[in-house]
């Protein structure tokens, strides 16, 4: 056998492995249950949302007002904590809120960071320390640029309640509207799930920690036993970090795919996605060349060998080249289509997965280059380059600061 052959084989063989013993990372069955017929808890807890912010006059008007119109039996309010915005975040948010209606909203400002925090962390600080004072027994935690349903509080609270949850979050539809986000963005959230399979995260015994930075209810006395978030204060990646945190204070956590929350944030070009992805690929790594090496090479021995061994197989009728390769991909294409069908993109394309892996290998290492350029970890006007590592995470941190 030729020596892209046994590299084949050797692929081949991760694919299996992935397949079958990886936690059903493929599968997108990992959801909210849907409202019971006894509707819900008798009495329902507080909550207060706690929404960071930072020049996101853009996205508000689409985000906001979907969570001041939920549709919640107990006592909520909204907090917005606009971090330093120059385009008006706070003064249109206090707008949206008097043209809409709704729950209540608060907009408070938290000032610059003190050192050793990143921006939108500080910003969680002073909103979660406003929100305790309402006494509430839950927070939300969401990003500006997500929209929720009007069920998706109720939702999220029950499902903590039913199966006394600390933590439940939900990881947000990513917008899929232009041709690069149809290509990449499916791709991204299939990687996360294969490095943090749901069912591991959301079983008795878990095997393995995650959350989803863009929706998370968290029980506000776990929240104080976890330190959050003074403990992950220096986070680039924070929602792996918060997760973290909660359960090393024994918390009990679940996560998975969400129906009726989704991100309004556009990503029209290549540009604004690598961007998104290189800000804090390298802070995923702790920053490690070594790691950086390995998962290069992971990298192109799990996604880039099947597609070439097969290729250059069939070109040079070397049959188990040829078959080793097709074989890997196959296998590697079924367990995308899934996450596919979850984006509502036609099956087909489940094969141009390679290519998508490329890129994110790409990305992976201008995101070091970054780093050791001084330019790491730069998102709306600031710079965290700093050696702290979140230990693990996702390829990055969607769009949190």
Not at 132 to 147: K, M, N, Q, S, V
Request: glycine residues 10%; hydrophobic residues 50%; charged residues 20%.
């Amino acid at each position: 056998m030729s020596t892209l052959a046994w590299f084949a084989c050797v692929s081949l063989a991760v694919w299996v492995w992935l397949l079958l013993g990886r936690g059903f990372f493929w599968r997108t069955d990992q959801r909210l249950p849907r409202a019971g017929a006894d509707g819900g808890p008798r009495a329902w807890p507080g909550v207060v949302v706690v929404v960071p912010a930072r020049d996101e006059a853009e996205v508000l008007p689409l985000s906001l007002p979907s969570l001041l119109a939920q549709d919640y039996p107990g006592r909520a309010e909204v907090i917005l904590v606009d971090d330093g915005s120059a385009d008006g975040t706070g003064r249109l948010a206090v707008e949206l809120a008097a043209r809409h209606g709704g729950l209540p909203l608060t907009v408070a400002s938290p000032g610059e960071p003190a050192p050793g925090w990143t921006g939108k962390l500080w910003a969680l600080r002073h909103g979660m320390a406003l929100a305790r004072a309402r006494g509430p027994e839950f927070l939300l935690l969401t990003d500006a640029d997500i929209a929720h349903g009007p069920d998706s509080l109720s939702r999220l609270v029950a499902a903590a309640l039913d199966d006394d949850r600390d933590l439940v979050s939900q990881m947000a539809r990513l917008r899929v509207t232009g041709f690069w986000e149809r290509l990449v963005v499916p791709a991204f959230v299939y990687f996360f799930a294969q490095l943090y399979p749901f069912r591991r995260i959301n079983a008795a015994r878990p095997r393995a920690t995650a959350a989803a930075g863009g929706c998370v209810l968290l029980r506000t006395e776990t929240a104080v036993a976890a330190g959050v978030p003074d403990a992950i204060r220096a986070a680039v990646i924070d929602d792996v970090s918060l997760a973290r945190a909660v359960r090393a204070a024994g918390g009990r956590i679940w996560l998975g795919l969400a129906e009726r929350v989704e991100s309004v944030r556009p990503y029209p070009g290549l540009g604004e996605l690598w961007a998104m992805v290189a800000r804090s690929a390298y802070a995923q790594l702790r920053y490690s060349p070594p790691l950086l090496l390995g998962t290069v090479a992971g990298l192109a021995l799990v996604y880039l060998v099947p597609p070439v061994a097969c290729l250059a197989g069939l070109g040079a009728g070397d049959a188990p080249t040829a078959w080793a390769g097709g074989a890997a991909w196959a296998v590697m294409a079924g367990t995308y289509v899934p996450m596919l069908r979850y984006y509502r993109r036609p099956p087909w394309t489940a094969p141009l997965l390679p290519f998508t892996a490329f890129l994110y290998l790409l990305m992976t290492v201008d995101s070091a280059v970054r780093h050791h350029r001084g330019r790491g970890g730069a998102w709306k006007g600031r710079v965290y380059s700093g050696s702290h590592a979140e230990g693990d995470g996702e390829f990055a941190s969607r769009h949190g600061e």
